[in-house]
């Protein structure tokens, strides 16, 4: 197939996608950029490995060339700590190339002054920043994007996050929270009621759209065979990380060529494909609330998904 060539593997499930690489999410991507410019924030939704960071990560880079100051911040990192981490994260990074301006990762030392920790004097931190950030952009608000963003909502003070509603109303600053459930969804199950309530712009992902996914298997050209692309659709749709990995192991199975014991490399890769699909699907079963698995029983039983 590769006529003795051997060809460096183009798919990565596990690698945040980013531009050329990244492909699709125009809508989405549109929604940002207008949510940006008029200072609005989004509730980004989206299931596990969907494609929502991949997302943030093309949409701050492009966000940072159009002029915005950028951070994007984890719900699974030191942010979700509390108020106080989650100024210092956006405050103390010092921004060297465009790429660790998005990933909000700090490349000076830190302010040496003591910081504040009450929520209302970090929230009071966090509004100077904004001030200095949109006086510098010429009015533009500064853009926080926060995946994962279950984790920090759920250990962060009430009053601090009606402090980071106030900023956004005053649109001195734009919100992204990436989360797999709705906000309300995820306030319920902490027994309280978002702040945010009316004021995210909800905007959902999903599968990719039939020509992103077929500009994601036609990187791999050069090591498939011509009726592969219509194969890996059929065998994993257009989940872009399923059809990656997918498509991953058929790649390797063809430079490896024919199985000794006579196994063809769509075999072969189907067979590994589905020992690491069943063991991603068990995580991301892990994850789920205990009423959207029953929604998902009642769908496989027959009886659809919607709230009994």
């Known amino acids: 197939m590769t006529d003795g060539k051997r060809f460096t593997n183009p798919f990565d499930p596990w690698a945040i996608a980013l531009p050329p690489v990244f492909v699709g ?47 994007l911040l984890s719900g ?14 956006v405050v103390d990074t010092v921004p060297a190339d465009p790429r660790t301006a998005v990933t909000g990762a700090a490349t000076g030392a830190a302010d040496e002054r003591a910081r ?13 920043w904004c001030s200095a950030q949109q006086q510098a952009s010429g009015g533009l608000p500064s853009l926080l994007l926060l995946d994962e963003a279950e984790g920090f909502l759920g250990l962060c003070e009430p009053g601090f996050l009606e402090r980071l509603r106030g900023l956004l109303t005053k649109r ?11 906000l309300p969804e995820v306030y319920a199950d902490l027994g309280r009621v978002s702040p945010f309530a009316n004021m995210l712009e909800a905007v959902r992902i999903g599968l990719l759209e039939p020509g992103a996914a077929a500009a994601l298997l036609a990187r791999g050209a050069a090591g498939l065979a011509p009726d592969d692309p219509a194969w890996l659709l059929d065998w994993a749709g257009r989940h ?16 490896d060529g024919s199985d000794p014991d006579g196994g063809d490399p769509r075999a072969q890769a189907l067979a590994r494909f589905r020992d690491e699909a069943a063991q991603q699907f068990a995580l991301w079963w892990s994850g789920l609330a ?15 998904g919607g709230q009994g």
């Open 25 to 71: 999410r125009t809508g989405a991507l549109r929604d940002l950029e207008r949510a940006a410019w008029d200072g609005r924030g989004v509730s980004l939704l989206g299931e596990w490995r969907i494609g929502k960071t991949s997302l943030l990560h093309t949409w701050g880079q492009r966000a940072q060339e159009l002029g915005f100051a950028v951070r």
């Open 76 to 89: 699974q990192g030191r942010e979700r700590q509390g108020h106080q981490t989650f100024v210092d994260a």
């Open 116 to 128: 504040p920790q009450s929520p209302d004097a970090a929230a009071d931190r966090l509004g100077d």
């Open 172 to 182: 001195r600053l734009s919100l992204v929270f990436a989360t797999r459930r709705t």
């Open 240 to 255: 872009p990380f399923y059809l990656t990995l997918l498509a991953r192991r058929l790649f390797d199975a063809r430079a």
């Open 290 to 304: 205990e009423r959207d698995r029953q929604r998902l029983r009642r769908a496989a039983a027959g009886g659809g």
